[in-house]
Structures are given as structure tokens and as C-alpha cells.
């Protein structure tokens, strides 16, 4: 299999496609059902597939995604092979923000179909969403494979000219995610120069010079954008506030109540209407257009404020007074990092903007640095199977390995701007991450953003994050948001008692009364001396990426305080959210007296101290009695010393919890082979072996 389009069935009748809808509005599945069955009878396998994926895209289009799912894994299970099933349910996971389940289904498309090009290019337009690295692998994949095409039965030069300029788009647009802006830049310039109508290079461009402060360029590309694409164009355009006439509006209205696998309405679209009507001042129409496009972003959303709000209890009671009492000497005494942070809309972009002005001070923007550590620490404790997560296994880091940390994220820091003093972290929900910060770094400067809440609300609500399963869930309801406001405040409350006079606290209200009054007291908070070219932030020539690319852009208007006021008949949801009592289940947690008991242990163990080491292991499970990777050392350690029963006893425990160890296994197999058990060591071998050699 190649590159080679569907043949599209000459039954496959838009008279059929409506019967499919019909049925579907009416709740009418088992007769749609029934009359697919029917057709599997008397089709090809492909025509067959066609009605399935057309019934998928019907449910989908009626806010049916969990019925559109399973209709597709239950033909997947009949034709597991099947390369356009396999892509419906890439497209249909990838829409709902199911990334790694997008992957899983384009990588079993790909095994089928090696070197087709077009599944390698849309493997990589899903890894850009969260993993850069396999983004560029996967369109430098693509773009291999569409250069070594040549015209055939199969492949017409229209064909493999567009999949050459797709795969070569995905690297342009992986490049700008990694801001190697001229590097995509050229790329992008390729692409146009072959073909000046490819709208995905003419977006993808015009985004970048967004984002790099290039306004005019971008309305120049977005206007070349709304000559070949009205609806793309027009989005473009109004998120770079270039906001079109009303007749125009009511034409994207129209668009935006259009059903599509995204679901009954074009959340996008509704919220770039949200953004033109309050800019012109209809904030009731703004607002209708905001409740219409929350509502419809929720049903793809798995946001839960309760699991948030015993997260964020979580994140207090480990991260507490004695923990820093009883880990004196952690971290290192850089002050290289700021961590600019606040809630999403509070003007965090402001702050950094300002700062990034003056010639001492690099913004990197949001980096990823804090959560990939705490990502790694929850991979760890999953790998030697404590029963642990982050934040509760904060007490089991050493000095040795919290260094570790500290020292990786200043070489990441540093390979943005190795000559400057400082390099700001501008991520907004860091502010939940603050124990961790001045755990690895005690000297880390950390401004605090504050704005009315009301107005935070607001603009959380009015802005598409795009976000179907990101951090950023709760902004798709305003009691959600309410609730998230006095988590915030909570957690701002505990990290200023723990480390008081630490953290700045600094409002967006009186940074737009008096800018420098503002900048000067940050600057001074950081430690440098004050340059006035801070006050011309909106020239500075910085990448922005957030939702803020546009205002950052701009003077700061006074305009940007109290907008709530426009909003404030349908703001008790709001309220309602802040002002309820916090609420938290109990939470159990293990508390170890000191660090490293298995580390430490380990490293006994290959010293050949067994008795240091056994006692090591026998601590961490007097304080966690299901740590698997304690039960395999002391099962090791009794070997050596010759008590195989208990050993064995003891690995077993181990694998019960962690039963995809191989080295486990293979000690297992080892010490039952020792004792003659070798009917049990065979039966181990098939049972562990086989699913991990597949």
C-alpha cells in the first residue's frame, strides 16, 4: 500500500448521508445500525468501511464522539487492518484532544503502510500538539518518503507535489513550535514559492510574524489567507484585531453553526465572534456567543474541579514548614531563574514583556522545565512501583539528586541566553509549583501577577485555549473559574507563610496606573538597576506565544481595568464558584523520616554491604510496606546471602506489583532455576517474556 486515495463507492449518495442523519436526530442508532449491516453484505470492504467512517462523522457532527468511538473500535476489531479505519479514529481522537490514543491508531496505520507519506505527515501534525521531538521525526519521515515518489499508476505529479509541500509544512511548523524562526521561515518561503496558494504555509507563516511582532506582515498573509479561504482568513484576521464588518459576521455565524467532526458547532469561530462583539461593544451578543462556546468546548473536556481542588490540598500539606526544616542544604544557590506567575489572564505576558526589556534579563516565555520534573519524578516512582506520585514523594528526593534537577533545568535556561543574570520562567500555573522551585532553587526570584478576579474571569472565559484536555479546563465555566480563583488564592496564601517577603506580589491595575512606578519596583525585587528602555515594551523584538501575542503589542490602555462591568449580570456563577467553602476528602499520606532509603540502599547493595543495605530496604517498607522495588532489593539481598525461599518470597511480592520488570523477571526465572523449580521458571518465561520480545 502507497499513497493511493480511496475509491469512493458510487452507493455512497449524499441521499444515503442524510438518512444517516435523519436517523441519527431522531435517536433512531439500531435502524442505522441495522441498515450498515445490511451493506456490509453487499460491499467491498472499503465501499463498507466508507458508510462506517460517514456514520462516525454523523455522530461526531450530533455531540456524539463516545458513539462515533466505539462504532469505529468495533469494526476495527472485524478489520483490524484496515488503514482508513485507522486514520477515522486518529482524526476522530485527535479532534477530541486524545493525543495518545491519536498516535496509537496512526501508528498501527503506518506498520500497515511503511511508506506512505501522508500518514507520517499527519503523525506529525498530532506529536506537535505535545511532543516536538517525534513532530520533526515524523515530518522528516514524510518528506523522505514524498521525495523518493515517482509517477505512477498510483501517483500523479499533482499528488506527490502536494504531499511533498504537507510534509514539508509539518517540519516548518514543528521548527516555529521550537521558535527556530528562520530556519521555518525559509521553510515556509519554499512551500510558497511552489505553490503561493498553499494556505496552511500562508497561516502558518502569518502566525509566526505574530508572534514575532510583525503585524503588518501577518494582516499582509492572512489577507492573501481570505482570498482562498473566507472562513480560515477572516479567523486569522480577527486574532490579529483586524476585525471585518457585520455582513461578514453574520456569514461566519452561519459557518459557526455548521456541524463538523469537531461537533455540532465550530467552537473557534464562536469564539472569535466573542472577541469582535465585545470589541464592539454588543456585550450581550459577546456574551451569548462566550456561553455557546464554552458550553460546546465542555463536551470534549474531562476538567474536574473537585480532583483539582484535592491536588492543590495535596501540593500544601507535603509542601510544608517542617519538610524544609528537616531538608536543610537543598537545591542550588542560583538566581539565575525568575518564575513570573499568577492565574492564566492576570497579565503575566505584561510583567515579562516589561522585564524582558532590560539587557540583564532574557523572557523564554512558558517553558515546560517545572512540570517535565515533576512529570519525571511521578515516571520514577510508577518505575520502582511505590504506590507514590508527586507531590508526596517530594520527601524521598536527596540532596544528590535534587542538585541533579536544579543543575538540568539552569542548562536548559542557559541554552536560551547564555550571557544575561537572569531568564524568566513565564508559565502562570508555576504558582501551584512553588514549593518545588524554592526546593531546587532557595534564591529563585518568583513575581507574583494579581488582577481582579472578576476581569481574570472574563478573559479566561472569552479566550479559545483550545485546550481539550490541558491544564487550562477550568476556563471553560465560569464557576469552574470561580473555584480555580480560590484555589489560587489558598495556595498564594500558604507559599506566602512559608516563605514570607520571598515572593513579589504585584497587581495589573497598578502597573497600567503607573508602568514604571511598577517596573521599577520589579527590577529592584530582581536585583538589577533600573534602564528605562523597559518602557517601550510593546517595541521590544520578542517572540510571544501565548493568547497574548496581540497585546503585548500594544500601549497598555486603561480601558483593559474593571471590564467585568460590561459582564456583570451573569456573573453569579462566578461568585458562586469563588465565595463556596473549600472542601477537601481526607488525604493519607506517608511521611519518611529521611531520603534515599532505597537509593542509599542500592548503592550498599553493589558495594557488597548487604547488612547496610537490608536494613535500608527494611526501613522504607516499615514507612511504605507496597514498595515493590524495596520487596525485589531485599529479595536480592537475601539471595546473595543464601536464603533463596525468602528471596524468591520476596521478588514475587515485587512483581505482583510491577509485573512488566524484566531484570525482576529475569531474577525471578534465575532463582527458581537455582532451587530445581525449573517447570516454575519455564512457566514464568512464557508468561513474562513473550508480550515483552513482541
Same mark, same amino acid.
Given at each position: 500500500?502507497?499513497?493511493?486515495?480511496?475509491?469512493?463507492?458510487?452507493?455512497?449518495?449524499?441521499?444515503?448521508?442524510?438518512?444517516?442523519?435523519?436517523?441519527?436526530?431522531?435517536?433512531?442508532?439500531?435502524?442505522?445500525?441495522?441498515?450498515?449491516?445490511?451493506?456490509?453484505?453487499?460491499?467491498?470492504?472499503?465501499?463498507?468501511?466508507?458508510?462506517?467512517?460517514?456514520?462516525?462523522?454523523?455522530?461526531?457532527?450530533?455531540?456524539?464522539?463516545?458513539?462515533?468511538?466505539?462504532?469505529?473500535?468495533?469494526?476495527?476489531?472485524?478489520?483490524?487492518?484496515?488503514?482508513?479505519?485507522?486514520?477515522?479514529?486518529?482524526?476522530?481522537?485527535?479532534?477530541?484532544?486524545?493525543?495518545?490514543?491519536?498516535?496509537?491508531?496512526?501508528?498501527?496505520?503506518?506498520?500497515?503502510?511503511?511508506?506512505?507519506?501522508?500518514?507520517?505527515?499527519?503523525?506529525?501534525?498530532?506529536?506537535?500538539?505535545?511532543?516536538?521531538?517525534?513532530?520533526?521525526?515524523?515530518?522528516?519521515?514524510?518528506?523522505?518518503?514524498?521525495?523518493?515518489?515517482?509517477?505512477?499508476?498510483?501517483?500523479?505529479?499533482?499528488?506527490?507535489?502536494?504531499?511533498?509541500?504537507?510534509?514539508?509544512?509539518?517540519?516548518?511548523?514543528?521548527?516555529?513550535?521550537?521558535?527556530?524562526?528562520?530556519?521555518?521561515?525559509?521553510?515556509?518561503?519554499?512551500?510558497?514559492?511552489?505553490?503561493?496558494?498553499?494556505?496552511?504555509?500562508?497561516?502558518?507563516?502569518?502566525?509566526?510574524?505574530?508572534?514575532?511582532?510583525?503585524?503588518?506582515?501577518?494582516?499582509?498573509? @492572512?489577507?492573501?489567507?481570505?482570498?482562498?479561504? @473566507?472562513?480560515?482568513?477572516?479567523?486569522?484576521?480577527?486574532?490579529?484585531?483586524? @476585525?471585518?464588518?457585520?455582513?461578514?459576521?453574520e456569514k461566519l455565524e452561519k459557518v459557526a453553526l455548521q456541524p463538523s467532526l469537531e461537533g455540532s458547532l465550530r467552537t473557534g469561530i464562536l469564539f472569535q465572534l466573542v472577541t469582535v462583539w465585545d470589541k464592539r461593544k454588543h456585550y450581550r451578543k459577546a456574551f451569548e456567543f462566550a456561553i455557546q462556546a464554552n458550553e460546546a468546548s465542555k463536551l470534549l473536556l474531562s476538567y474536574n474541579a473537585q480532583e483539582h481542588r484535592q491536588q492543590s490540598s495535596k501540593i500544601r500539606m507535603s509542601f510544608c514548614k517542617a519538610l524544609y526544616e528537616h531538608r536543610v542544604g537543598y537545591g542550588i544557590q542560583s538566581n539565575l531563574p525568575v518564575y513570573v506567575i499568577g492565574m492564566p489572564r492576570s497579565g503575566t505576558t505584561l510583567v515579562e514583556q516589561i522585564i524582558s526589556g532590560h539587557s540583564q534579563i532574557f523572557g523564554a516565555g512558558e517553558l515546560g522545565l517545572i512540570p517535565n520534573v515533576i512529570q519525571g519524578l511521578n515516571r520514577w516512582e510508577r518505575h520502582v512501583g511505590s504506590g507514590r506520585s508527586y507531590p508526596d514523594c517530594i520527601d524521598d528526593l536527596t540532596v544528590k539528586v535534587t542538585a541533579?534537577?536544579?543543575?538540568?533545568?539552569?542548562?536548559?535556561?542557559?541554552?536560551?541566553?547564555?550571557?544575561?543574570?537572569?531568564?524568566?520562567?513565564?508559565?502562570?500555573?508555576?504558582?501551584?509549583?512553588?514549593?518545588?522551585?524554592?526546593?531546587?532553587?532557595?534564591?529563585?526570584?518568583?513575581?507574583?501577577?494579581?488582577?481582579?478576579?472578576?476581569?481574570?474571569?472574563?478573559?479566561?472565559?472569552?479566550?479559545?485555549?483550545?485546550?481539550?484536555?490541558?491544564?487550562?479546563?477550568?476556563?471553560?465555566?465560569?464557576?469552574?473559574?470561580?473555584?480555580?480563583?480560590?484555589?489560587?488564592?489558598?495556595?498564594?496564601?500558604?507559599?506566602?507563610?512559608?516563605?514570607?517577603?520571598?515572593?513579589?506580589?504585584?497587581?495589573?491595575?497598578?502597573?497600567?496606573?503607573?508602568?514604571? @512606578?511598577?517596573?521599577?519596583?520589579?527590577?529592584?525585587?530582581?536585583?538589577?538597576?533600573?534602564?528605562?528602555?523597559?518602557?517601550?515594551?510593546?517595541?521590544?523584538?520578542?517572540?510571544?506565544?501565548?493568547?497574548?501575542?496581540?497585546?503585548?503589542?500594544?500601549?497598555?490602555?486603561?480601558?483593559?481595568?474593571?471590564?467585568?462591568? *460590561?459582564?456583570?449580570?451573569?456573573?453569579?456563577?462566578?461568585?458562586?464558584?469563588?465565595?463556596?467553602?473549600?472542601?477537601?476528602?481526607?488525604?493519607?499520606?506517608?511521611?519518611?523520616?529521611?531520603?534515599?532509603?532505597?537509593?542509599?540502599?542500592?548503592?550498599?547493595?553493589?558495594?557488597?554491604?548487604?547488612?547496610?543495605?537490608?536494613?535500608?530496604?527494611?526501613?522504607?517498607?516499615?514507612?511504605?510496606?507496597?514498595?515493590?522495588?524495596?520487596?525485589?532489593?531485599?529479595?536480592?539481598?537475601?539471595?546473595?546471602?543464601? *536464603?533463596?525461599?525468602?528471596?524468591?518470597?520476596?521478588?514475587?511480592?515485587?512483581?505482583?506489583?510491577?509485573?512488566?520488570?524484566?531484570?525482576?523477571?529475569?531474577?525471578?526465572?534465575?532463582?527458581?532455576?537455582?532451587?530445581?523449580?525449573?517447570?516454575?521458571?519455564?512457566?514464568?518465561?512464557?508468561?513474562?517474556?513473550?508480550?515483552?520480545?513482541?
Amino acid at each position: 500500500m502507497t499513497d493511493k486515495p480511496l475509491k469512493i463507492s458510487p452507493y455512497c449518495s449524499t441521499q444515503n448521508r442524510q438518512q444517516l442523519n435523519i436517523w441519527v436526530e431522531q435517536q433512531q442508532f439500531s435502524q442505522a445500525e441495522y441498515w450498515l449491516q445490511q451493506q456490509k453484505q453487499q460491499l467491498d470492504e472499503n465501499q463498507y468501511i466508507y458508510y462506517v467512517i460517514q456514520y462516525s462523522i454523523v455522530l461526531a457532527e450530533h455531540d456524539l464522539h463516545s458513539q462515533a468511538e466505539e462504532i469505529l473500535t468495533e469494526e476495527l476489531n472485524y478489520f483490524e487492518n484496515n488503514r482508513l479505519l485507522l486514520q477515522q479514529s486518529a482524526e476522530l481522537a485527535h479532534v477530541q484532544g486524545h493525543f495518545i490514543e491519536a498516535v496509537m491508531f496512526l501508528k498501527r496505520a503506518i506498520s500497515l503502510d511503511e511508506n506512505n507519506s501522508g500518514l507520517w505527515t499527519q503523525l506529525s501534525n498530532v506529536f506537535l500538539n505535545y511532543s516536538p521531538a517525534q513532530a520533526k521525526h515524523a515530518a522528516e519521515k514524510a518528506g523522505e518518503l514524498a521525495n523518493k515518489l515517482n509517477v505512477d499508476e498510483i501517483h500523479s505529479s499533482t499528488l506527490i507535489h502536494l504531499l511533498q509541500i504537507q510534509a514539508k509544512n509539518s517540519l516548518a511548523m514543528v521548527e516555529s513550535q521550537e521558535q527556530n524562526y528562520k530556519l521555518a521561515e525559509t521553510l515556509f518561503k519554499e512551500i510558497l514559492a511552489k505553490q503561493p496558494d498553499f494556505v496552511p504555509a500562508l497561516q502558518g507563516l502569518g502566525q509566526q510574524q505574530m508572534q514575532q511582532g510583525d503585524i503588518e506582515e501577518a494582516l499582509k498573509l @492572512f489577507k492573501e489567507v481570505k482570498q482562498l479561504d @473566507f472562513v480560515k482568513g477572516y479567523s486569522s484576521l480577527i486574532n490579529a484585531r483586524n @476585525f471585518p464588518d457585520e455582513a461578514v459576521l453574520e456569514k461566519l455565524e452561519k459557518v459557526a453553526l455548521q456541524p463538523s467532526l469537531e461537533g455540532s458547532l465550530r467552537t473557534g469561530i464562536l469564539f472569535q465572534l466573542v472577541t469582535v462583539w465585545d470589541k464592539r461593544k454588543h456585550y450581550r451578543k459577546a456574551f451569548e456567543f462566550a456561553i455557546q462556546a464554552n458550553e460546546a468546548s465542555k463536551l470534549l473536556l474531562s476538567y474536574n474541579a473537585q480532583e483539582h481542588r484535592q491536588q492543590s490540598s495535596k501540593i500544601r500539606m507535603s509542601f510544608c514548614k517542617a519538610l524544609y526544616e528537616h531538608r536543610v542544604g537543598y537545591g542550588i544557590q542560583s538566581n539565575l531563574p525568575v518564575y513570573v506567575i499568577g492565574m492564566p489572564r492576570s497579565g503575566t505576558t505584561l510583567v515579562e514583556q516589561i522585564i524582558s526589556g532590560h539587557s540583564q534579563i532574557f523572557g523564554a516565555g512558558e517553558l515546560g522545565l517545572i512540570p517535565n520534573v515533576i512529570q519525571g519524578l511521578n515516571r520514577w516512582e510508577r518505575h520502582v512501583g511505590s504506590g507514590r506520585s508527586y507531590p508526596d514523594c517530594i520527601d524521598d528526593l536527596t540532596v544528590k539528586v535534587t542538585a541533579g534537577l536544579a543543575n538540568n533545568i539552569l542548562k536548559e535556561l542557559r541554552s536560551y541566553a547564555p550571557n544575561v543574570k537572569h531568564i524568566i520562567d513565564k508559565l502562570p500555573h508555576n504558582f501551584e509549583n512553588i514549593g518545588l522551585i524554592k526546593f531546587l532553587f532557595p534564591n529563585a526570584k518568583i513575581i507574583s501577577v494579581r488582577r481582579d478576579p472578576r476581569d481574570i474571569a472574563i478573559s479566561n472565559y472569552f479566550t479559545d485555549y483550545q485546550a481539550k484536555h490541558g491544564g487550562m479546563g477550568f476556563a471553560y465555566d465560569l464557576t469552574d473559574i470561580g473555584e480555580q480563583l480560590a484555589d489560587h488564592n489558598l495556595m498564594m496564601q500558604h507559599w506566602n507563610a512559608l516563605f514570607p517577603n520571598e515572593i513579589l506580589t504585584i497587581n495589573y491595575e497598578a502597573i497600567v496606573d503607573d508602568i514604571e @512606578f511598577s517596573a521599577r519596583q520589579i527590577l529592584a525585587y530582581i536585583g538589577v538597576n533600573w534602564e528605562p528602555e523597559v518602557l517601550q515594551f510593546n517595541e521590544l523584538q520578542r517572540p510571544v506565544k501565548t493568547a497574548s501575542v496581540w497585546q503585548v503589542r500594544q500601549p497598555v490602555y486603561k480601558s483593559s481595568k474593571a471590564r467585568w462591568r *460590561y459582564y456583570q449580570q451573569y456573573l453569579q456563577p462566578l461568585i458562586q464558584g469563588t465565595n463556596a467553602k473549600i472542601v477537601c476528602e481526607p488525604i493519607k499520606m506517608i511521611t519518611l523520616p529521611e531520603p534515599g532509603f532505597l537509593t542509599n540502599g542500592v548503592d550498599l547493595f553493589h558495594q557488597q554491604k548487604l547488612d547496610d543495605a537490608e536494613i535500608n530496604f527494611k526501613k522504607m517498607l516499615y514507612h511504605n510496606a507496597e514498595h515493590a522495588a524495596c520487596h525485589y532489593m531485599l529479595g536480592l539481598v537475601y539471595l546473595r546471602k543464601g *536464603y533463596v525461599n525468602e528471596g524468591i518470597e520476596k521478588i514475587e511480592t515485587a512483581l505482583k506489583k510491577v509485573p512488566w520488570q524484566c531484570e525482576w523477571q529475569q531474577s525471578l526465572i534465575k532463582a527458581y532455576e537455582t532451587i530445581g523449580l525449573d517447570d516454575k521458571a519455564k512457566l514464568l518465561q512464557e508468561k513474562y517474556q513473550k508480550p515483552f520480545s513482541e
